[in-house]
């Protein structure tokens, strides 16, 4: 059995395939929503009596100003695979522990082509953290086993590029979903 880390979640940072950086698009769509949030709010301040109008406008601009502000501390960075400049996402995949040693055995041979598909599921014991890069030319894995009050790690960070990245995503594609 491999040494457990007390980590409930992949580290990215130490993955040198990927990096994060600032989402700009993101950024610029958060700043223009905050703009128009305030210039809404200060269109209710600025206009005479408290008709409904105004009222209405000052209520929008904030919820407008609250979303742009939500964006930029939720949305600002994004992963991104260095080769290709792919975007990535963090996925979390859940299955029984009776395929633990299963899926430890497969990510350290990565026979994935040929392996036969488990049950994933929305939650569980055993947690798999995942990093897919958008052109699925890369893939990093991690078991995380569910000891009481935390999950901890089970394997190590496992990183696959191009064709094996490809053979594990199909995998997973594979596999069938239950509730």
């Known amino acids: 059995m491999e040494p457990q880390v007390n980590e409930s979640r992949i580290n990215i940072e130490n993955i040198e395939h990927i990096k994060s950086v600032k989402n700009t698009g993101m950024i610029a769509t958060a700043i223009v929503l905050m703009l128009i949030g305030a210039a809404a709010m200060a269109y209710g301040f600025a206009q005479q009596g408290t008709s409904t109008f105004n009222t209405v406008s000052l209520i929008v601009g904030i919820a407008i100003l609250i979303l742009g502000v939500i964006l930029v501390a939720t949305k600002s960075k994004k992963i991104v695979y260095k080769a290709t400049g792919s975007a990535a996402k963090i996925r979390a995949y859940y299955f029984n522990r009776s395929d633990l040693e299963h899926m430890r055995t497969l990510l350290d041979h990565s026979g994935f082509s040929l392996a036969k598909p488990i049950e994933l599921s929305s939650n569980g014991n055993i947690k798999m953290d995942v990093i897919v890069s958008n052109d699925k030319h890369f893939i990093a894995a991690q078991i995380f086993e569910y000891i009481p009050f935390e999950y ?28």
Not at 154 to 168: E, R
Not at 170 to 177: G, M, N
């Open 152 to 179: 901890q790690a089970a394997t190590k960070a496992h990183v696959y590029n191009d064709v094996q990245a490809g053979d594990f995503i199909a995998y997973l594609e594979r596999c069938p979903k239950v509730n």
